[in-house]
């Protein structure tokens, strides 16, 4: 990619000039007060009949403490570097909305991939400029230099990175992620979306924000760390950014009973045993990959640094509808681009993924 001679652009500069100094809702958890009879709020001076442990009458910390401190740790930034919502969906709305102007800015994208970045965009009347992956013989890339210049020649604000990427599974090397924000100089902020970076080698671009704080990235413990139904997600970015987009998120976003299960989740046994468990799902991922490439309707399989396999089959109905006789329930992608013969599998136990060899196997025979 070339270097353009284009002006650098604060960060600030990049969020919508109304909400530069928004101040956002200011609920009655927002000020540090302390007292032992709490009525600032109109909560229930009684817990639920049901509330066994009588903590969700009050409204959450908007913040919680503990779970900062503990993703802090976790994803090795400062508190303040850190906003937790729910899930990676909130984060992604949130920067959509925050940045981008109604029908004035505009978002980049690389099809097929998460479908949100598309939703968010057109909920907030953001053009979407799709730049598609490239399918080559390592498997699928993105266009970098076509991403450069949809920001540059087209003003988009935001570029959505998926690395490693869903659906496809393949992981942007940090090089050319830093490639891409050297060439950009601050025009744009790249969100680089890492749901499924426990499973990857490729280290974090989290270690590229001391150089760029044009950089951000989403994380969440929906994946490697079994606690989708908890909904806690977070952004990673320059403390500044952090700021804008906490005053334009509602004012609780996470529930007192999901903030505790996810410190629980993040204690040093609990990732013992997390870390033991993405061990396992790189093996099997090895080994699956390897089984499946070889029977004689799988078209390909793609190299994965995540928890689930792309595979192009040459009959992706009759596959599909295999393992759904067999009680296997996988992703149908064959409504992406690019994907028309495609099918997700996720990354099972050791006998699940024997399931999912015995249904196509037997389709295949019975073929």
Same mark, same amino acid.
């Given at each position: ?36 009879v709490?009525?600032?709020?109109n ?16 409204? %959450? ?71 598609p ?33 869903n ?52 994380r ?10 908890a909904?806690?997600?977070?952004v ?5 950014l ?25 204690? %040093? ?20 990959a ?9 078209r ?68």
């Open positions: 990619m070339s270097q353009p001679d284009v002006k650098q652009r604060d960060l600030l500069e990049l969020v919508r000039p109304d909400l530069r100094g928004f101040g956002g809702y200011k609920s009655a958890r927002t000020e540090d007060l302390r007292g032992d709490w009525l600032n709020a909560e229930s001076a009684w817990s639920n009949p049901a509330d066994a442990n009588a903590t969700s009458r009050r409204y %959450p910390d908007p913040q919680p403490v503990a779970l900062k401190a503990a993703l802090s740790s976790l994803y090795g930034c400062a508190p303040d570097e850190l906003l937790i919502g729910r899930g990676s969906d909130e984060a992604i709305d949130l920067l959509v909305r925050t940045l981008c102007v109604a029908g004035q800015d505009a978002v980049v994208a690389t099809p097929p991939v998460f479908g949100m970045y598309a939703v968010s965009a057109r909920l907030q009347d953001a053009k979407l400029i799709a730049v992956l490239i399918d080559g013989p390592e498997g699928f890339a993105p266009d970098l230099d076509a991403i450069a210049n949809a920001v540059l020649e087209q003003g988009a604000k935001l570029v959505f990175l998926c690395s490693p990427a659906p496809t599974g393949a992981a942007i090397p940090l090089a050319q992620i830093e490639a891409l924000l050297q060439t950009l100089q601050g025009r744009a902020l790249v969100v680089v979306d890492e749901a499924y970076g426990e499973f990857s080698d490729v280290p974090s671009a989290t270690t590229l924000r001391v150089r760029y704080p044009e950089v951000a990235v989403l969440t413990l929906s994946k490697a760390h079994a606690l989708a139904a909904r806690v997600g977070v990673i970015a320059d403390p500044r952090i700021a804008v987009l906490r005053a334009c998120q509602a004012p609780y976003p996470v529930p007192t009973p999901c903030a505790e299960l996810a410190v629980a989740g993040l204690s %040093p046994s609990a990732l013992a045993a997390t870390r033991a468990r993405i061990a396992t799902v790189i093996e099997e991922r090895a080994r699956l390897s089984a499946l490439s070889v029977l004689p309707g799988v390909r399989v793609y190299a994965s640094d995540a928890n689930f396999l792309l595979l192009r089959f040459a009959d992706a109905e009759a596959a599909f509808r295999a393992l759904l006789a067999a009680g296997v329930v996988v992703r149908d992608q064959r409504s992406a681009p690019q994907l028309d013969d495609a099918l997700r599998i996720t990354i099972g136990t050791p006998e699940q993924n024997a399931r999912v060899l015995a249904a196509l196997n037997a389709q295949t025979v019975a073929a």
